[in-house]
């Protein structure tokens, strides 16, 4: 674990191997224990449904307080069940934030249901309660759709303004299912992600702060009710004995390989976590004078799934980083309503706060396994392109 402490501003050194996410450090780490956990699927033959689904499933419920979860096959499909299992579909409103992943969307009309984009604080970059509220007044005014759910995305792994959410969810009797996909290990008042909304829906794609080695994903629900329904329908909607169809499912399973990869990689977690913190803190404490980081609401600890930032000149500064070997990402340069699969709901006025981060927003390496002198170099080179 790095310490991530006494930094000297006067450093210079330039790296050439500073990683945006490094897996490979990572899995040295622990490999022998995965090793292990695949010998052991391999040796018991359950692929599908393994002790490793269980005991991964148990694990989860007790390090977040959501008394159910759910395993299932990536994080689209932990937004899709949910769903279903509401009887959200045609000619209902899904309220959500436009500057997210696509998935998000993609999930709400699957299930043939509306997506309508609201804008975000461009702040934290989260979904803007009072925003939200207009347009919920809006399609209740028009009357073309039923207002029935509400995404909250817990933007790079800062949970959202869930207080005020539920306040309007309640109001107007609307389903709150969280999109938790990069916000594992976040925090509201001291809440975990995964408890903060009656369902939460979370990826451990690859890249993900808890990642498996393919796609996998976890549904948390508050209500133990939530259980039959949702493991039915992530195995093709059928019943216990799983040979009569009794809903409409599909193939939403995560393998045993992935959870057995998963508990391993939560064995570090706490760890990890803690150093991604230390990390933030120091870009914080250092870029603010360039930049403008995320902001994270009152009592909210972010997951740190990553760490991003503000900038003016963006593209200009995210070349100049790349040239002297500090690695970024962009999410996102191009919010939902501006693509075409998404443009027949994109509102008639746009979202100014959305496009406007949209244009200044970009990412820093950010994995526990950046060394203090790299931590340093990223911060002089940030402070030197941006100033």
Not at 152 to 177: E, Q, W
Not at 281 to 298: F, R
Not at 320 to 333: D, Q
Request: hydrophobic share 40%; aromatic share 8%; net charge negative.
């Amino acid at each position: 674990m790095t310490s991530v402490i006494n930094l000297n501003p006067s450093a210079k050194k330039k790296f050439d191997d500073i990683a945006f996410i490094d897996l490979v450090a990572q899995q040295k780490r622990i490999r022998p224990a995965i090793e292990k956990r695949l010998q052991a699927v391999l040796d018991h033959g359950r692929y599908i449904a393994g002790p490793e689904i269980d005991e991964l499933e148990a694990l989860l419920s007790e390090r977040t307080g959501a008394p159910t979860v759910i395993s299932c096959a990536s994080g689209t499909a932990a937004l899709i069940i949910p769903l279903l299992a509401r009887g959200v579909g045609r000619g209902d409103a899904v309220f959500l934030p436009a500057f997210t992943y696509n998935a998000t969307a993609n999930a709400v009309l699957l299930c043939g249901a509306t997506p309508v984009f609201v804008d975000i604080d461009p702040d934290s970059f989260n979904i803007d309660p009072v925003d939200l509220d207009h347009r919920i007044a809006a399609v209740r005014a028009e009357g073309e759709l039923r207002p029935r759910a509400i995404i909250p995305v817990d933007l790079f792994g800062s949970p959202a303004d869930y207080n005020a959410i539920h306040t309007i969810a309640k109001r107007d009797d609307l389903f709150v299912l969280a999109d938790g996909a990069q916000s594992f290990g976040g925090e509201l008042n001291g809440t975990k992600v995964g408890a903060l909304a009656p369902a939460t829906g979370t990826s451990f794609f690859p890249g993900k702060a808890l990642g498996a080695y393919g796609d996998a994903g976890a549904i948390f629900s508050m209500n133990t009710h939530d259980r039959e329904r949702w493991a039915s329908i992530r195995w093709h909607g059928t019943d216990d004995s799983r040979r009569e169809s009794v809903r409409v499912g599909f193939n939403g399973r995560m393998d045993s390989f992935q959870a057995g990869i998963l508990l391993e990689k939560l064995s570090i977690f706490d760890d990890e976590l803690e150093t991604r913190r230390q990390i933030a803190s120091v870009y914080n404490d250092k870029l603010q004078s360039v930049a403008k980081p995320q902001v994270h609401g009152k009592g909210a600890s972010s997951g740190y799934g990553y760490y991003s930032l503000r900038v003016k000149n963006r593209d200009e500064a995210v070349e100049k980083l790349k040239a002297r070997g500090v690695p970024t990402a962009i999410y996102y340069s191009n919010p939902l309503h501006l693509m075409p699969a998404f443009a027949d709901h994109a509102p008639v006025n746009g979202l100014p706060h959305t496009e406007m981060v949209a244009n200044e927003i970009f990412s820093l390496p950010m994995h526990p396994y950046l060394s203090d002198a790299q931590v340093e170099y990223i911060c002089e080179t940030v402070l030197e392109v941006c100033a």
